[in-house]
């Protein structure tokens, strides 16, 4: 428990001493999820790797939400109920030997937006990997994994069920060329069988090969990614979840990066069996300058074109715009402007302005900061379409004292509200270091036979229910409250 001007948060049992500072185990969630905006929910870690939630969203509006993770040994359980639906996991992994091992598992979704089904079954596999030395002086490093399996499956909506018998094998060549180039090749193959149904079984290989290039160019550094994927099918099945299309793709990913500058480009190309185009076609040119006086300010160019050849739509667009950060009154504050027009018709979509900055106000022992940011943007009021637009705003409120500090903050962007939390602690002196366990010494060998004495993981040489030595001396004395 931390109390901060009289108000009392709850923290959990875990205190993790790090370089960085305490990291605590906060017994609750507030802040924002895909899919569901804002979470808040009481999260308490329980034993044995159990963490239960339970609270509410607000996506749109207020809904419950409960989630359940308990992991022992090799068996794992995980429970999902939100606005969404239902998600339900379950895995026991059972060691083969070998490195080898077999899972029993069972799959339940049943979520709106999802592909609801329902899965059960059992599943075998291993994962090799080894190095072979080569010629160059370099090694040639090859993973491999290898799935096999037999279960139940069924999709309600569709009213599809039957067995399935998949398998999968994967394998993964990577080398260094020089000391600047590396090449890696990825090849996955897939065979699904479906007895007694109909289609009854589909394959696929998929073959992914790339080469990076990566190192000094004069005084700039530099990076470049150039790869293919091939992806052959034959077959069907009555599964949409199984659903393999046949895809074809080059893709090139590059950097370079002179003293302040940076400039980034990428690219992926569809090529026949799929609809020819640009998947994604994409620039951005970043600085990072030193105006003096603690502010840096940033300007960036981003071009995004892969809209106009056949890419996704809505991807057709050129921005630039420039942020100003720097100390006001000791605190971080922003000032940026963004401008963002279509690529083909330079017809003007975004002009948004941005500020964020703090201010303290001091109290009878301790202080409130107080750190609002608003972000409008004027497109249209500029086109004489209307009035300025509210595009964001938010406020972050953390309240400190000697003994520590929580913050709370919201933010509201494009309709969603996103909400968190933090708690601050002050800087822990240790009065003398930390005494490591002792190793327990076994006896000396007799006649009579006697248990193993050695240390088990996770062993402290305490009783249980009682600290171990390892925190021995820890205080919670205050020295400050700017340390987290």
């Known amino acids: 428990m931390v109390e901060v001007l009289g108000v009392r948060v709850p923290l959990g049992e875990t205190l993790t001493l790090g370089p960085e500072g305490p990291d605590l185990d906060v017994p609750f969630v507030l ?13 308490p870690r329980g034993r044995d790797g159990v963490r239960v939630e339970l609270g509410g969203t607000t996506s749109l509006t207020p809904e419950p939400l409960a989630t359940l993770r308990a992991e022992a040994g090799g068996t794992r359980i995980a ?4 606005p969404r639906g ?3 996991q379950g895995r026991a992994r059972h060691p083969l030997g070998g490195g080898a091992w077999l899972d029993a598992f069972s799959d339940t979704r049943l979520r709106d937006g999802d592909e609801r089904r329902l899965r059960a079954g059992l599943t075998s596999g291993i994962d090799p990997e080894t190095r072979l030395p080569l010629g160059t002086g370099g090694e040639l490093r090859v993973q491999g994994a290898l799935r096999a399996g037999a279960e139940i499956a069924a999709e309600p909506d569709r009213d599809v069920a039957g067995p399935r018998l998949p398998f999968r094998a994967e394998a993964r060549l990577r080398t260094p060329l020089t000391s600047w180039a590396r090449a890696d090749l990825r090849l996955t193959g897939t065979a699904t069988a479906y007895p007694g149904m109909t289609p009854g079984g589909r394959a696929a290989l998929d073959v992914a090969p790339s080469l990076r290039l990566e190192g000094p160019l004069g005084p700039a550094s530099g990076r470049l990614v150039l790869g293919a994927r091939r992806r052959v ?3 069907d099945g009555p599964f949409e979840f199984d ?8 893709r090139a990913d590059g950097r370079l990066r002179a003293g302040p500058l940076t400039l980034q480009a990428r690219g992926v190309r569809r090529l026949a069996p799929e609809t020819p185009g640009w998947e994604a076609l994409s620039g951005r040119a970043t600085a990072e300058l030193a105006l003096g006086a603690d502010w840096t300010l940033r300007p960036a160019l981003r071009a995004e074109l892969a809209g106009l050849a056949g890419g996704p739509s809505g991807e057709d667009w050129l921005q630039a715009g420039a942020t100003a950060e720097g100390p006001i009154a000791g605190h971080a504050s922003s000032f940026g402007l963004q401008v963002r027009s279509g690529a083909r018709d330079l017809t003007l979509r975004r002009v948004r302005a941005s500020a964020a900055t703090g201010f303290e106000v001091s109290m009878p022992g301790g202080s409130v900061v107080l750190e609002p940011s608003l972000s409008v943007d004027v497109a249209p009021l500029l086109r004489g379409a209307g009035g300025p637009a509210l595009h964001a ?10 003994c520590g500090g929580w913050m709370l903050g919201y ?3 494009d309709g969603e509200t996103r909400l968190a939390f933090g708690v601050t602690l002050p800087p822990l002196q240790l009065d003398r270091p930390p005494q490591p366990s002792l190793p327990t010494i076994p006896p000396l060998p007799s ?8 240390p088990q993981p996770g062993d402290s040489g305490a009783a249980p229910g009682e600290p171990g030595p390892a925190l021995a001396g820890a205080s919670g004395r205050a020295e400050g409250r700017d340390a987290r």
Do not use: F, Q
């Not at 659903?243 to 080059?250: E, I, Q």
């Not at 006649?447 to 050695?454: I, K, N, R, V, Y």
């Open 31 to 43: 802040g924002p999820r895909e899919d569901l905006g804002t979470v808040a929910a009481y999260a």
């Open 79 to 82: 429970l999902e109920a939100d």
């Open 86 to 88: 239902l998600w339900l």
């Open 233 to 235: 099918t034959i077959g």
């Open 243 to 250: 659903d393999v299309s046949a895809r074809a793709r080059l």
């Open 393 to 402: 705003h938010g406020l972050r409120v953390t309240v400190n004292d000697c």
């Open 411 to 413: 933010e509201r962007e």
């Open 447 to 454: 006649l009579e036979p006697s248990p193993d004495p050695s």
